[in-house]
């Protein structure tokens, strides 16, 4: 399937590849571009990149490439197939593969700052519960999915189980997903990087069958991603900063649902597919006003 679609970007725009591929019809017209002038309009940056605000630093090994917030919006736009608008702090890429390499694959970074998240929740979450009710809600969404169309999406089951090192306040968790019509499932790998007044969000897009490189691969991302000196979870200020309303179990079932009052019955899902189909929030109420009213403001932190 990757590399039918792979091949597809050689002779169609990559512009109209979104549309083609959310609503069936042929690409708008456009200028015909190939995917090696693609690839060399990106740039691809190394070494120690500070983060938008100086939020954090990414010290990065001769084996990862950073993509500005621009450029990374248009690998997930133009190259995946992703709707537009997703405002993200760049993206991290592998070295040694292109994204338009059915091996290649990304780390999306945002920031998500709604306050310290306290992490006194974390040894008494039941994760098998939360699976289900995550499950549950995504099946129950299918329908305001279809009616934007987007195809039915389904939460297979952890990939990863969740864990959350106290040491280092970072969280670890995978979602499998198959999405109707896309073939083999995918793959999303999250990390949580906890600071004073937020997290920092890490989401590596795969395939699969790419689990286990995924995994080995992203304990190195881990490794090299920290908060800035006075951003990080030990620098919180009780007497002035905030306090966020959820804590580490909201962070894996969606923080969105949990500010709206509705964890356990709602789930914020970001799912976002590798040269495949969408990036789609899903939440309640205002959430939802918000996204369905104007679906090119996706936010990629919940």
């Given at each position: 399937?990757?590399?039918?679609?792979?091949?597809?970007?050689?002779?169609?725009?990559?512009?109209?590849?979104?549309?083609?591929?959310?609503?069936?019809?042929?690409?708008?017209?456009?200028?015909?571009?190939?995917?090696?002038?693609?690839?060399?309009?990106?740039?691809?940056?190394?070494?120690?990149?500070?983060?938008?605000?100086?939020?954090?630093?990414?010290?990065?090994?001769?084996?990862?490439?950073?993509?500005?917030?621009?450029?990374?919006?248009?690998?997930?736009?133009?190259?995946?197939?992703?709707?537009?608008?997703?405002?993200?702090?760049?993206?991290?890429?592998?070295?040694?593969a292109s994204p338009l390499d059915p091996a290649g694959w990304g780390v999306i970074i945002t920031y998500q700052q709604d306050g310290h998240v306290k992490d006194s929740d974390a040894d008494?979450?039941?994760?098998?519960?939360?699976?289900?009710?995550?499950?549950?809600?995504?099946?129950?969404?299918?329908?305001?999915?279809?009616?934007?169309?987007?195809?039915?999406?389904?939460?297979?089951?952890?990939?990863?189980?969740?864990?959350?090192?106290?040491?280092t306040h970072k969280l670890y968790w995978a979602k499998e997903l198959q999405i109707t019509g896309a073939g083999a499932p995918s793959l999303n790998y999250n990390i949580r990087v906890l600071?004073?007044?937020?997290?920092?969000?890490?989401?590596?897009?795969?395939?699969?069958?790419?689990?286990?490189?995924?995994?080995?691969?992203?304990?190195?991302?881990?490794?090299?991603?920290?908060?800035?000196?006075?951003?990080?979870?030990?620098?919180?200020?009780?007497?002035?900063?905030?306090?966020?309303?959820?804590?580490?179990?909201?962070?894996?079932?969606?923080?969105?649902?949990?500010?709206?009052?509705?964890?356990?019955?709602?789930?914020?899902?970001?799912?976002?597919?590798?040269?495949?189909?969408?990036?789609?929030?899903?939440?309640?109420?205002?959430?939802?006003?918000?996204?369905?009213?104007?679906?090119?403001?996706?936010?990629?932190?919940?």
């Open positions: 399937m990757l590399k039918k679609i792979l091949a597809a970007l050689l002779c169609l725009s990559l512009s109209g590849l979104m549309a083609a591929v959310h609503a069936g019809d042929a690409p708008a017209a456009a200028p015909k571009q190939s995917a090696e002038q693609f690839l060399s309009s990106l740039k691809f940056m190394q070494g120690k990149i500070t983060l938008e605000d100086g939020i954090a630093t990414l010290d990065l090994p001769p084996s990862f490439r950073y993509l500005s917030p621009a450029d990374a919006e248009r690998v997930l736009v133009e190259a995946w197939g992703n709707p537009p608008g997703a405002k993200s702090l760049g993206m991290i890429v592998p070295a040694k008494s979450i039941k994760y098998d519960e939360m699976l289900k009710e995550m499950q549950q809600s995504v099946l129950e969404h299918n329908a305001e999915r279809k009616t934007q169309g987007y195809p039915d999406v389904k939460l297979i089951g952890w990939a990863e189980n969740p864990s959350y090192d106290k040491a600071g004073r007044k937020g997290v920092l969000v890490l989401n590596a897009v795969a395939g699969m069958d790419q689990i286990a490189e995924i995994r080995s691969e992203m304990q190195h991302v881990t490794a090299f991603t920290e908060f800035a000196e006075g951003q990080r979870y030990a620098d919180f200020d009780s007497k002035n900063d905030k306090v966020a309303e959820y804590g580490i179990a909201a962070l894996i079932a969606g923080g969105a649902a949990a500010k709206l009052g509705l964890f356990g019955k709602l789930f914020a899902l970001l799912l976002a597919f590798k040269k495949i189909l969408l990036l789609a929030v899903v939440g309640a109420g205002a959430g939802i006003a918000k996204f369905f009213g104007r679906k090119s403001k996706v936010n990629l932190d919940k």
